[in-house]
């Protein structure tokens, strides 16, 4: 087995995780990014971004993270598959183990991202990949001419919403309030789609049919009224907010009740050399540009980490 120990390990690759990798890169650090179940992040699922500076027309969410990649490859990141089942950050250098393999490194930066919540519907489970799915720009396609449910009510169900216009016939968007936590113009925008129908005050009790192994309705209940009902639909899109990806450092570094990281300074964990940048340490902004804000910085503190501990 090697005895290489690695400067920085940068756990995931959305913008965050790639900025770091720039920046780091740059430094001649040769960073080591752990790419994580959902590589490029939750940008490689969007459509356009249309408020990242420096695109006048936007651009589109993959593209964009790829160009990142090729930058940090251009000043030697280095990129692996794999997913960390175990942290050990008592002892130093660090270890992560990745599959069989431990990766031994003197700094981490935790740029794990937030992935889709789901709703915890007795049938949700066996019905996703067949009409119950969290990315609309993957799976939208699949519903051509169909009606399809949206379930949330912030910016989030709103682009999804709007984005499924493209192939439904129609679009459902079912909130569980009647008032909206998404940004005005998004509502705004979706509202005066005619293609979208909104039912607010009302929640998903299941998804049918398992048995056959497709999406036929949603069971639904009126929260205000008791009113329970059955919507025919063929696909249920969940557009309900996200989890943080940190449960590895569950216990080991501090979180928040959600299990966001808890983040001080900007990106310290609290722990010497470990810092945390993007949707693993962010409920409030949660945006590509502050997630690459926040991966800039953390790549900052690890260079002055490592000069200060001599590396
Ligand atoms: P969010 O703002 O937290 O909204 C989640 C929505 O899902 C809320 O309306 C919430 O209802 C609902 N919800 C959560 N759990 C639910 C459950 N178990 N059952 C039913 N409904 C549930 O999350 P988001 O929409 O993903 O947005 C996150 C951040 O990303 C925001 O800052 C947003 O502005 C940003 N974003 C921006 C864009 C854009 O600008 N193009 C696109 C996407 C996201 P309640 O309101 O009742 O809590």
């Known amino acids: 087995m090697s005895e290489e120990i690695r400067n920085v390990v940068i756990l995931g690759s959305g913008c965050s995780g790639l900025t770091a990798a720039i920046y780091t890169g740059r430094a001649n650090l040769k960073p080591l990014v752990l ?28 593209e964009l993270v790829d160009n990142m990649r090729k930058q940090a490859e251009r000043f030697g990141a280095e990129f692996r598959m794999g997913h960390v089942s175990a942290v050990d950050i008592k002892n130093r250098p660090f270890t992560l183990t990745v599959g069989k393999e431990e990766i031994k490194t003197q700094a981490i930066i935790i740029a794990s991202g937030a992935s889709a919540r789901w709703l915890g ?8 990949g067949h009409g119950v799915s969290s990315c609309a ?20 169900a709103m682009e999804e919403a709007l984005f499924l216009t493209r192939f439904a016939s129609r679009v459902t968007l079912i909130h569980r309030r009647s008032a909206f936590r998404a940004s005005k113009i998004m509502l705004d925008r979706a509202r005066a789609n005619g293609k979208i129908h909104f039912l607010t005050d009302t929640v998903v009790e299941d998804v049918l049919d398992p048995a056959a192994k497709e999406v036929t309705a949603l069971k ?43 983040i001080r300074d900007y990106v310290h964990t609290g722990v010497p050399g470990i810092y945390a940048c993007g949707d693993v340490a962010d409920r409030r902004y949660r945006q590509a540009i502050t997630a690459s804000g926040t991966g ?12 200060e501990v001599g590396h």
């Open 35 to 62: 790419e994580g179940h959902e590589p490029g992040g939750q940008l490689s699922m969007t459509t356009l971004v249309e408020n990242f500076p420096g695109w006048p027309e936007g651009i589109m969410g993959p």
């Open 121 to 128: 519907l007795p049938n949700e489970k066996a019905l996703i």
């Open 220 to 262: 639904l209940r009126n929260v205000v009224s008791g009113k329970v009902w059955d919507l025919p639909v063929s696909a249920m899109f969940l557009g309900i907010g996200h989890e943080p990806n940190a449960k590895m450092f569950q216990g080991l570094l501090e979180t928040d009740d959600d299990g966001y990281l808890k």
């Open 137 to 156: 720009t993957c799976d939208g396609f699949f519903f051509s001419g169909k009606e399809i449910a949206v379930i949330g009510g912030g910016d989030s």
């Open 296 to 307: 800039c910085m953390a790549a900052i503190e690890v260079e002055k980490y490592l000069e």
